[in-house]
């Protein structure tokens, strides 16, 4: 048994049956003495309701996912070669099979909007991201996934030197796109805030823990050392009298 086996049983699982499930198989590897293995268990995280959803459609949809993530690829090789006609079919097609995949994960449960969109955050983040795609495939996601880079998108057409006035439907996709960028600055600081926080608290249980079991061993030592010290008393009882009853059989036998 691996970290990568037991990963894959527990991420295949509801968030709610998660934390039981993962208790129990990190208990199971420490009863087996892989104690390394227990301790890299117990830091699985839950997963979000978001990225369960994707997780299932790993498992549960490979052949749809396993489209989008070509299209993907194929994408982020348009882009690099700066193929203008590749990339506006493939910017087609990204829409195609996100939209199949993204239905796919939201008839996987009751999911809502903040959740649903994290899905397509996720989405999106596989097709521009090969890391993130890697990670989607695997379908042991903890949390959904964002990408801040540059998406690939048709390469444009050189503009004429003289300068025009940008219409206003220009405009407010321009103020849509960096009202997006903000929210999505947002996002990714309230995930990094959300992270801190786990972990803060996760470091306070194992300090309180760690104090607590430290008492429980100097305590421990204590009686040790003060049974010890019973205990030489005895054997020196012991020892005299061994030798005053030698000393009085001799006399005895005398």
Not at 67 to 84: F, N, S, T
Not at 121 to 141: C, E, I, N, P, W
Not at 177 to 193: D, L, T, V
């Amino acid at each position: 048994m691996d970290l990568d086996e037991v990963a894959g049983r527990l991420y295949a699982l509801p968030p709610s049956e998660f934390t039981a499930a993962r208790t129990a198989e990190a208990r199971a590897a420490k009863d087996a003495g892989d104690v390394r293995l227990s301790r890299e268990i117990a830091k699985l995280r839950k997963p979000t309701v978001s990225a369960w959803a994707v997780n299932r459609i790993a498992r549960e949809h490979p052949g749809e996912l396993g489209e989008l993530l070509e299209v993907g690829e194929r994408l982020r090789a348009a882009w690099q070669e700066q193929d203008a006609a590749a990339l506006a079919e493939l910017t087609r097609r990204r829409g195609e099979v996100t939209r199949t995949v993204g239905r796919l994960a939201r008839q996987a449960g009751d999911l809502s909007a903040a959740a649903s969109a994290e899905v397509d955050q996720t989405l999106d983040a596989a097709m521009v991201d090969a890391d993130a795609a890697g990670q989607v495939r695997r379908g042991t996601l903890a949390k959904p996934l964002s990408y801040s880079g540059f998406a690939p998108a048709p390469v444009q057409r050189e503009r004429p030197a003289a300068r025009r006035k940008p219409a206003p439907e220009e405009e407010s996709a321009r103020a849509k796109e960096r009202e997006e960028a903000e929210a999505r600055k947002a996002k990714e600081h309230q995930e990094a805030e959300n992270a801190h926080r786990e972990w803060r608290e996760a470091l306070e249980a194992a300090t309180k823990e760690h104090d607590e079991r430290a008492d429980k061993v100097a305590s421990l030592e204590r009686r040790l050392d003060e049974a010890r010290r019973e205990l030489a008393d005895s054997r020196q009882r012991l020892e005299v009298a061994q030798r005053e009853e030698r000393h009085a059989r001799r006399r005895l036998e005398r």
